[in-house]
């Protein structure tokens, strides 16, 4: 078992950046292939980027490719979602999750543990 937290979320400007981490307890973390996903109100959750279980494989959605940038620090046991040049559509709460195995996947039913969201608000 693994437990995630995130943490990070905020309100900002359009144009601003955010750093979102998502800190894992409970198992070494780089077991894990983990994936950020987000849902704003009334939408489904949708995919946003993953990372391999040792950080070499990278994916990104094509709305954030170029913006945003997954990362993983083995020995904090955290992964990262750098956001930059934000804009309201990435308005939603992120979720952070991970699963059993060395590649990530973009659907959230592959993803066995969840953490409780962070919200990110960017104001236009």
């Known amino acids: 078992q693994v437990q995630l937290v995130e943490s990070g979320g905020g309100l900002v400007q359009a144009g601003d950046s955010l750093r979102l981490s998502c800190a894992a307890s409970?198992?070494?973390?780089?077991?894990?292939?983990t994936g950020w996903f987000r849902q704003a109100p009334g939408k489904e959750r949708e995919f946003v980027a993953d990372?391999?279980?040792?950080?070499?494989?990278?994916n990104y959605s094509d709305s954030v490719k170029g913006r945003f940038t997954i990362s993983r620090d083995g020995a904090k046991n955290t992964v990262y979602l750098r956001m930059n040049s934000l804009k309201p559509e990435d308005t939603a709460v992120y979720y952070c999750?991970?699963?059993?195995?060395?590649?990530?996947?973009?659907?959230?039913?592959?993803?066995?543990?969840w953490g409780q969201g962070t919200q990110v608000t960017v104001s236009s």
């Open positions: 409970g198992r070494t973390f780089s077991w894990y292939a």
């Open positions: 999750a991970a699963r059993t195995a060395a590649v990530a996947k973009t659907s959230e039913y592959e993803y066995d543990y």
């Open positions: 990372i391999s279980m040792r950080g070499y494989i990278t």
